[in-house]
């Protein structure tokens, strides 16, 4: 089994800056894409940034420029560094990863638990 924990969620004012973490755990044989997408009260869950294992990134059109997605491959770990933060952003944030377990053939996603990024004004 595979296991993502997030961590960094919190209440920041407008303008500040936010970094998040998950690390994914387990039977990992390797891990293609990680991402991050998030999801407000009464809205649908949307991407936010993903990143593949070669460093390919893309991001969501409202926080390009303020929001950047990394890796580290050695700790199967995606960060999300958020600046210039505003109220808009108040989601709950999750990570996703696109895993091929040990012995298998075919990756499948994963989630986190999620983690609550709240920005006031």
């Known amino acids: 089994q595979v296991q993502l924990v997030e961590s960094g969620g919190g209440l920041v004012q407008a303008g500040g800056s936010l970094r998040l973490s998950c690390a994914a755990s387990g039977s990992i044989g390797s891990i293609n894409v990680m991402g991050w997408y998030r999801q407000a009260p009464g809205k649908q869950r949307e991407l936010v940034a993903r990143?593949?294992?070669?460093?390919?990134?893309n991001y969501a059109d409202s926080v390009k420029g303020r929001f950047t997605i990394s890796r580290d491959n050695a700790k199967n770990t995606v960060y999300l560094q958020m600046n210039s933060l505003k109220p808009e952003d108040t989601a709950v944030y999750y990570c996703?990863?696109?895993?091929?377990?040990?012995?298998?053939?075919?990756?499948?996603?994963?989630w986190g638990q999620g983690t609550q990024v709240t920005v006031s004004l």
């Open positions: 990143i593949t294992d070669g460093g390919y990134t």
């Open positions: 996703s990863a696109n895993v091929r377990q040990v012995g298998s053939v075919w990756p499948q996603d994963y």
